[in-house]
């Protein structure tokens, strides 16, 4: 994630200097995306960035991405309301159509879950992930949802992990982890 989180950076800066406006917000609400799963308190001042880039740019599924971010800085929060909001957002994206949006939501909802350590809804959030994934260039999201989960995937997608599996199931569990103790205020 802080990797992803220094290249959306370059994108943004690279995307301000040739004057790029929208690219410039795209890249922010991604890179705030990737930082909400690693450094929530990190993530609130790059979600306020990206919500001013936004600002007058008409781009839909970016502004849901970075509502989606919002999600996943508040996993584990049992004050946020993630679930209502979840549904909520869940409603926004179908209607919009943006189906992609709709995996990145999962991905910050097994987070969510996994954090609380409720599996039923880990589970099922895992479940629907693999549905919806099924055969396509993401079915990858399923196994990380599981990873995150601490679960071994129901159904592995078959990817090949560039360091092995092993190694990217400890990189998909430490941010679940490292929040559970955050948010225990023993970190």
Avoid: C, K
């Avoid at 992803?4 to 795209?26: C, Q, S």
């Avoid at 990145?104 to 589970?123: I, T």
Wanted: glycine share 6%; net charge negative.
């Amino acid at each position: 994630m802080d990797r992803a989180a220094a290249a959306y950076a370059a994108a943004r800066d690279e995307a301000e200097h040739h004057g790029v406006t929208g690219e410039r917000g795209n890249s922010q609400a991604h890179r705030a995306f990737a930082l909400a799963f690693t450094d929530p308190t990190v993530a609130d001042d790059e979600l306020a960035l990206a919500e001013q880039l936004l600002a007058g740019v008409d781009l839909r599924a970016t502004t849901l991405i970075s509502h989606i971010a919002a999600l996943a800085r508040d996993a584990g929060r049992t004050d946020a309301d993630v679930d209502d909001r979840a549904q909520v957002l869940r409603a926004e994206i179908r209607t919009a159509g943006v189906t992609y949006a709709e995996l990145a939501q999962d991905l910050a909802l097994v987070f969510h879950h996994a954090v609380r350590d409720d599996q039923d809804q880990g589970a099922a959030t895992i479940a629907r992930l693999r549905e919806n994934t099924r055969g396509s260039d993401f079915a990858y999201y399923s196994d990380i949802a599981a990873f995150m989960a601490g679960v071994a995937p129901a159904h592995p997608s078959g990817t090949q992990w560039v360091d092995s599996e092993p190694a990217a199931r400890r990189r998909w569990r430490t941010p679940v982890t490292a929040r559970q103790h955050h948010l225990n205020g023993t970190q």
